[in-house]
């Protein structure tokens, strides 16, 4: 007997916790980039302290830049609140090079203006440390991680309104010691990374730093597909307005904190919230794509009770940047002293006859539609359910009793192969 499992919400919220981005173990996930505008940001959906950065690079490909090939560094968006105690260190896994940038620009266009680097912390050895850096004040960096011989890239002004392409650092033959940018006010364009530049998985230890609550916009921090929990304590308690006829009545949030999703597939992303402490305001939540600057509303929710789920959908391709802002429903009365919730993240993938994905039409799957467009078209035609729900062994049994007799017989000649001959006696019956 068919049986239709639908997926809600309610449902979801129940399945095991993604744990919430506080630390202290910042795991890289997805793949960090390697200039501004693809970094990390340790950012936290609440409150808390990051003190190891996990992550890898690799050379396994040179034509899939930010893929799953060529990654030879990473780029991560860090908050400097202790300049004095600041220390990244690596350790032995591969010959590494640490970099330090200040963020400078627009949420549109970061800049990474270089600071400081460092090679090796010790002679001879694998590892590298950036620490007691002179003149470093609290703020926003970026701190990159890649391995010998890499060197960022930079432009700079070469006279009469021309740029050039320049190395942002020099290291010694030896490797030790800070180094420090060779022109100054130069911003990182791109990197030099040579066949043979060292990569592998690393494990950094940092000091120094504590993720901001993602206030703003500009410090929207990573959001991850599944379940994870956030804490609105400290957000934003200036009001940000609803895109237009999102909820009539509703003038917009408060206590907003700012998340960055990913798309991974090419489909419909649905977004939701849920409350787990008492509050007497609903929750809501809205989406933009885009950036901070250059935004466009795709979707909005503002939860009917204090209790209920706000969520929303709409349809995403893959690599598309959402912008998500969670807060709670603006109000006259006083807000509690802090509001917690989970966050639901689901990127599905849509298919439909005739797409690759969809699966074979004489084999059954989970899914609906199956790869032969015709074919597909001609039993759901018969049968709604193989592209409603899902292509079960019904729909193959009707694939092999309608596709089977129209789908025409490759094998021409009838002697059992399918091969020049065929397409030979194709081609000189063409057209006739």
């Known amino acids: 007997m068919r049986t239709t499992i639908l997926a809600v919400l309610s449902i979801a919220l129940l399945a095991p916790r993604i744990a919430a981005d506080v630390g202290p173990t910042w795991q890289e996930d997805p793949d960090a980039g390697s200039v501004p505008s693809t970094s990390q940001g340790v950012r936290a959906s609440g409150v808390g302290t990051v003190n190891r950065v996990n992550g890898s690079t690799s050379t396994t490909s040179p034509f899939t830049e930010g893929l799953a090939g060529l990654d030879p560094v990473d780029l991560y968006e860090i908050d400097i609140t202790n300049p004095a105690a600041f220390t990244v260190v690596t350790g032995p896994e591969f010959d590494s090079r640490l970099f330090l940038f200040r963020k400078e620009g627009s949420s549109c266009g970061p800049l990474a203006i270089p600071v400081a680097a460092n090679h090796r912390r010790a002679p001879g050895a694998n590892g590298s440390e950036l620490k007691a850096i002179p003149g470093l004040a609290s703020g926003t960096y970026y701190?990159?991680?890649?391995?010998?011989?890499?060197?960022?890239?930079?432009?700079?002004?070469?006279?009469?309104?021309?740029?050039?392409?320049?190395?942002?650092?020099?290291?010694?033959?030896?490797?030790?010691?800070?180094?420090?940018?060779?022109?100054?006010?130069?911003?990182?364009?791109?990197?030099?990374?040579?066949?043979?530049?060292?990569?592998g998985s690393y494990s950094m230890t940092v000091n120094g730093i504590t993720p901001k609550v993602a206030a703003l916009c500009s410090d929207a921090g990573r959001a991850l597909a599944g379940v994870s929990a956030f804490d609105l304590t400290g957000g934003s308690a200036s009001p940000e307005t609803l895109p237009m006829g999102c909820e009539p009545g509703v003038a917009g949030i408060t206590r907003t904190i700012w998340v960055?999703?990913?798309?991974?597939?090419?489909?419909?992303l649905t977004l939701?919230?849920?409350?787990?402490?008492?509050?007497?305001?609903?929750?809501?939540?809205?989406?933009?794509?885009?950036?901070?600057?250059?935004?466009?509303?795709?979707?909005?929710?503002?939860?009917?009770?204090?209790?209920?789920?706000?969520?929303?959908?709409?349809?995403?391709?893959?690599?598309?940047?959402?912008?998500?802002?969670?807060?709670?429903?603006?109000?006259?009365?006083?807000l509690p002293p802090a509001v917690t919730g989970d966050l639901f993240i689901e990127c599905s993938a849509t298919v439909s006859c005739g797409d690759e994905r969809a699966g074979s039409c004489f084999s059954p799957h989970d899914t609906p539609f199956c790869n032969a467009g015709d074919?597909?078209?001609?039993?759901?035609?018969?049968?709604?359910?193989?592209?409603?729900v899902m292509w079960d062994n019904t729909c193959v049994s009707g694939a092999m009793s309608v596709c089977i007799e129209t789908t025409p017989n490759p094998d021409i000649n009838g002697d059992g192969s399918v091969d020049g001959k065929d397409l030979a006696l194709l081609l000189s019956s063409w057209g006739t």
């Not at 392409?165 to 911003?187: E, M, W």
């Open 143 to 199: 701190v990159a991680i890649t391995g010998a011989p890499a060197i960022p890239r930079g432009w700079v002004s070469a006279g009469s309104g021309g740029y050039a392409l320049v190395d942002l650092f020099a290291f010694p033959a030896d490797g030790l010691g800070t180094q420090f940018p060779l022109i100054a006010g130069a911003s990182l364009a791109e990197w030099t990374t040579p066949v043979g530049t060292a990569t």
């Open 375 to 388: 074919c597909c078209g001609a039993v759901c035609a018969v049968d709604p359910y193989c592209c409603a």
């Open 260 to 268: 960055r999703y990913t798309a991974t597939c090419d489909g419909e």
């Open 272 to 334: 939701g919230v849920q409350p787990t402490s008492p509050t007497q305001n609903p929750l809501g939540i809205v989406a933009w794509l885009g950036c901070c600057d250059q935004r466009i509303p795709v979707g909005c929710d503002v939860a009917a009770t204090p209790t209920g789920q706000a969520t929303t959908s709409f349809p995403v391709r893959m690599g598309d940047s959402v912008l998500i802002a969670i807060g709670v429903k603006m109000t006259s009365s006083s």
